[in-house]
């Protein structure tokens, strides 16, 4: 089972690829969708669905998990990021993946055992339960720790026959 972990952002947009055979993960991919900041919103927005679109082409994942986006104090910047995570949904269901959406706070926990975990502590997990995993960016770290959440719950919570029925 392939999963891709996706940490929506406009600017960076970080994903990651494992595998889950039995209760074993391992690294496949990781890296960001960086979209050009001069650039306008709709073509930003563009940039973002074209990168994750030539990602799911390449890597053929079979279930995508994204994480749900936190409210900032400025609503614009809040906006934007929604329209992005927006894109992040679009591309894989349009593709007729099963999509999954996790909490911060859910990620974290299941990652590293707390809600509130660092950045640092996500990403040392991260490369503590992927082996040989060299981390392109903190983005691509996050990613894979949503990646990592969606297996642990996924059969944990019986997710996997809901979402595989989802996706037929």
């Not at 952002?9 to 001069?38: C, F, M, P, Q, Y």
């Not at 995993?133 to 720790?145: E, F, N, Q, V």
Request: charged share 20%; proline share 4%; aromatic share 2%.
């Amino acid at each position: 089972m392939r999963l891709l972990g996706i940490d929506p952002g406009l600017r960076n947009t970080g994903w990651g690829l494992i595998e889950v055979e039995n209760n074993h993960l391992k690294h496949v991919a990781d890296g960001r969708v960086v979209s050009r900041n001069k650039d306008t919103l709709a073509e930003r927005l563009v940039q973002l669905f074209d990168g994750l679109d030539k990602i799911i082409t390449g890597l053929k994942p079979d279930e995508v998990a994204v994480e749900e986006t936190f409210v900032n104090v400025n609503a614009t910047s809040t906006l934007k990021l929604g329209q992005a995570r927006g894109v992040t949904l679009l591309v894989p269901a349009r593709r007729g993946l099963p999509v999954a959406e996790y909490a911060p706070n859910m990620i974290k926990k299941s990652v590293v055992g707390a809600g509130h975990a660092t950045k640092e502590q996500v990403q040392m997990m991260v490369k503590t339960l992927l082996p040989g995993c060299l981390i392109d960016s903190p983005d691509a770290a996050d990613a894979l720790a949503v990646a990592i959440c969606h297996a642990h719950q996924r059969e944990s919570s019986g997710l996997a026959a809901q979402l595989t029925g989802a996706g037929a």
